[in-house]
């Protein structure tokens, strides 16, 4: 299969792997350490790695500079990116900024409320949203030209990716709105955190009626469980989460101690069982806080050593 | 309507302290719909801030007044004989009355008092929500007649967040998700396949973000 991009992450999709991909969180404050430190631990059991943009909407570290700071760690990152936070100028000229570095994924979201963060009281920006970005990135990449139409001189090289959540509401449009995202221009997916893997895979047969599984990558999101309070949690508070109640009770069942070990548990079940589903072209680990748990994760689930490419 | 809300009394007093001689001037249009500025509103300020200056015992004029509208000039004419007898102006339009007072009696402090929020709707007595961000491009055609810049929480034009749940915002589950509105009214209308038509990047520079906007039309004009 042809590749468009020097991604590491869209060559181990073509050569018909399952990819794996994870996230870390920038610190609240400039020592990169923290970044490293995560990138580090794991990166020998991963493609790519997703830096977050000020996730949750609480100020960090930006994710551009983390990103930078990875890849000459020899890391390959995915740039998260907002619309949120810049207007089309800013957005275009982060990208470039990103390409300066070799930076070779991209992932476009909306990005959280700021309602939910530190700076409640600050103006979004949303002059795109995440499917206009999309479009952005594919137009100065394919185009190679700047939204305004100017010519770009070496236009960046990104694998363009998207957040899918399939639990989430409308129900009527689940399938639709991947359909738009890959209309706009996503080339792989990364989906909301899986617990509820029923509701999952009607959502993937869904996406199969239509074919969509072969235009796009779909990388399934898994999230370890690290205490019962952390599903609780998760089920109660964050919105467009989807964690059955036998979840949640398997969690709470278990003896304080052993809850970290069980949630790793049900993680790798659940890759396990997702690995079969026709479609689903790798996973997308998110351990919050708790990288040092996704090497044991990726092991256990059968999706180690990393493909060697040439 | 322009929808407003009142201002706290003790912000108005702030204002007008000083003042010996005040007219509070309210507004015939939306903020007597909205009822934050008509002339039943104006009646109650004027009684709040005679009871005030009483108590500081001083003693001060405060004139009640109600125009049809503040935002043309004909009903403006109407306090020109008048207005040069005060020190303050209370305004109970809307900021955009407000403002066309204040360039009308160039030499008289006006203040505002109600703050102006939105273009809106009486959804039932005492509760307005907001239907219109005046951006300048209408987009409804393309939404079944529901609007993601005003109603969206990040004005998303393709489409809901990952946030929707239940049919309501992330933001607050009393808040409509607009997203939700739309998919239902393109399903009433069976055009739920036009949903996957792309929309595309927004020009905004008939909104706000274009600097202060103006109308001309030349066909009124003569």
Same mark, same amino acid.
């Given at each position: 299969m042809?590749?468009?991009?020097?991604?590491?992450?869209?060559?181990?999709?073509a050569?018909g792997?399952?990819?794996?991909?994870s996230?870390?969180?920038?610190?609240?404050?400039?020592?990169?350490?923290?970044?490293?430190?995560?990138?580090?631990?794991?990166?020998?059991?991963?493609?790519?790695?997703?830096?977050?943009?000020?996730?949750?909407?609480?100020?960090?570290?930006?994710?551009?500079?983390?990103?930078?700071?990875?890849?000459?760690?020899?890391?390959?990152?995915?740039?998260?990116?907002?619309?949120?936070?810049?207007?089309?100028?800013?957005?275009?000229?982060?990208?470039?900024?990103?390409?300066?570095?070799?930076?070779?994924?991209?992932?476009?979201?909306?990005g959280?409320?700021?309602?939910?963060?530190?700076?409640?009281?600050?103006?979004?920006?949303?002059?795109?949203?995440?499917?206009?970005?999309?479009?952005?990135?594919?137009?100065?990449?394919?185009?190679?030209?700047?939204?305004?139409?100017?010519?770009?001189?070496?236009?960046?090289?990104?694998?363009?990716?998207?957040?899918?959540?399939?639990?989430?509401?409308?129900?009527?449009?689940?399938?639709?709105?991947?359909?738009?995202?890959?209309?706009?221009?996503?080339?792989?997916?990364?989906?909301?955190?899986i617990?509820?893997?029923?509701?999952?895979?009607?959502?993937?047969?869904?996406?199969?009626?239509?074919?969509?599984?072969?235009?796009?990558?779909?990388?399934?999101?898994?999230?370890?469980f690290?205490?019962?309070?952390?599903?609780?949690?998760?089920?109660?508070?964050?919105?467009?989460?989807?964690?059955?109640?036998?979840?949640?009770?398997?969690?709470?069942?278990?003896?304080?101690?052993?809850?970290?070990?069980?949630?790793?548990k049900?993680?790798?079940?659940?890759?396990?069982?997702?690995?079969?589903?026709?479609?689903?072209?790798?996973?997308?680990?998110?351990?919050?806080?708790?990288?040092?748990?996704?090497?044991?994760?990726?092991?256990?689930?059968?999706?180690?050593?990393?493909?060697?490419?040439? | 309507?322009?929808?407003?809300?009142?201002?706290?009394?003790?912000?108005i007093?702030?204002?007008?302290?000083?003042?010996?001689?005040i007219?509070?001037?309210?507004?015939?249009?939306?903020?007597?719909?909205?009822?934050?500025?008509?002339? $039943?509103?104006?009646?109650?300020?004027?009684?709040a801030?005679?009871?005030?200056?009483?108590?500081?015992g001083?003693?001060?004029?405060?004139?009640?007044?109600?125009?049809?509208?503040?935002?043309?000039?004909?009903?403006?004419?109407?306090?020109?004989?008048?207005?040069?007898?005060?020190?303050?102006?209370?305004s109970?339009?809307?900021?955009?009355?407000?403002?066309?007072t204040?360039?009308?009696?160039?030499?008289?402090?006006?203040?505002p008092?109600?703050?102006?929020?939105?273009?809106?709707?009486?959804?039932?007595?005492?509760?307005?929500?907001?239907?219109?961000?005046?951006?300048?491009?209408?987009?409804?055609?393309?939404?079944?007649?529901?609007?993601?810049?005003?109603?969206?929480?990040?004005?998303?034009?393709?489409?809901?967040?990952?946030?929707?749940?239940?049919? $309501?915002?992330?933001?607050?589950?009393?808040?409509?998700?607009?997203?939700?509105?739309?998919?239902?009214?393109?399903?009433?209308?069976?055009?739920?396949?036009?949903?996957?038509?792309?929309?595309?990047?927004?020009?905004?520079?008939?909104?706000?973000?274009?600097?202060?906007?103006?109308?001309?039309?030349?066909?009124?004009?003569?």
């Amino acid at each position: 299969m042809s590749v468009k991009t020097p991604s590491r992450l869209e060559k181990v999709l073509a050569g018909g792997h399952m990819a794996v991909t994870s996230e870390c969180g920038p610190p609240r404050g400039s020592d990169p350490e923290p970044i490293k430190k995560k990138a580090d631990m794991i990166k020998d059991h991963v493609d790519a790695i997703n830096i977050t943009d000020n996730q949750t909407s609480v100020t960090r570290l930006c994710s551009l500079a983390s990103c930078i700071h990875i890849k000459l760690m020899g890391v390959e990152p995915i740039l998260q990116m907002v619309t949120r936070d810049r207007n089309r100028i800013a957005l275009q000229s982060d990208i470039l900024g990103a390409a300066s570095f070799d930076i070779f994924n991209i992932l476009c979201l909306s990005g959280d409320h700021q309602n939910f963060g530190d700076c409640a009281q600050g103006q979004n920006v949303h002059d795109l949203d995440s499917m206009q970005l999309l479009q952005a990135v594919r137009h100065m990449r394919d185009e190679g030209k700047f939204l305004g139409g100017d010519e770009i001189k070496r236009p960046p090289q990104m694998f363009a990716g998207a957040a899918a959540n399939p639990f989430a509401d409308p129900f009527e449009i689940r399938a639709p709105r991947l359909a738009k995202k890959i209309a706009a221009g996503a080339e792989f997916i990364q989906t909301q955190c899986i617990f509820n893997l029923d509701k999952f895979e009607r959502w993937m047969e869904e996406v199969r009626q239509r074919g969509l599984h072969e235009q796009v990558a779909i990388l399934a999101g898994i999230t370890p469980f690290k205490s019962a309070g952390m599903a609780k949690f998760m089920a109660k508070r964050v919105p467009g989460m989807d964690i059955p109640d036998e979840v949640v009770k398997r969690m709470s069942d278990t003896p304080k101690e052993k809850q970290p070990e069980e949630g790793i548990k049900i993680a790798i079940e659940s890759i396990q069982r997702l690995k079969e589903v026709e479609g689903v072209r790798g996973f997308h680990v998110m351990a919050i806080e708790w990288e040092e748990k996704v090497p044991e994760i990726v092991e256990q689930s059968g999706l180690y050593p990393r493909p060697e490419l040439s | 309507m322009i929808v407003a809300d009142k201002k706290p009394i003790e912000e108005i007093i702030g204002y007008v302290q000083d003042a010996n001689r005040i007219l509070i001037l309210g507004c015939n249009e939306c903020v007597t719909v909205c009822e934050a500025g008509g002339k $039943k509103e104006v009646g109650v300020l004027a009684s709040a801030l005679r009871m005030h200056f009483l108590q500081q015992g001083r003693e001060v004029k405060v004139d009640e007044r109600t125009l049809e509208r503040q935002c043309d000039h004909e009903y403006l004419e109407e306090i020109r004989d008048i207005a040069d007898q005060y020190d303050a102006i209370v305004s109970l339009a809307c900021g955009v009355g407000i403002q066309f007072t204040a360039e009308k009696y160039h030499s008289r402090p006006v203040y505002p008092g109600v703050d102006t929020c939105f273009l809106g709707v009486t959804e039932e007595r005492g509760v307005w929500t907001e239907r219109c961000q005046a951006c300048g491009k209408c987009v409804l055609a393309e939404t079944g007649a529901v609007c993601p810049v005003s109603r969206c929480a990040k004005r998303l034009l393709n489409g809901p967040c990952g946030g929707s749940t239940n049919g $309501k915002c992330e933001l607050n589950p009393e808040l409509p998700c607009a997203w939700q509105l739309i998919i239902d009214r393109l399903t009433a209308l069976n055009r739920l396949d036009e949903y996957e038509k792309l929309m595309p990047i927004k020009d905004w520079s008939t909104d706000r973000a274009g600097g202060p906007r103006k109308v001309v039309r030349e066909d009124v004009q003569s």
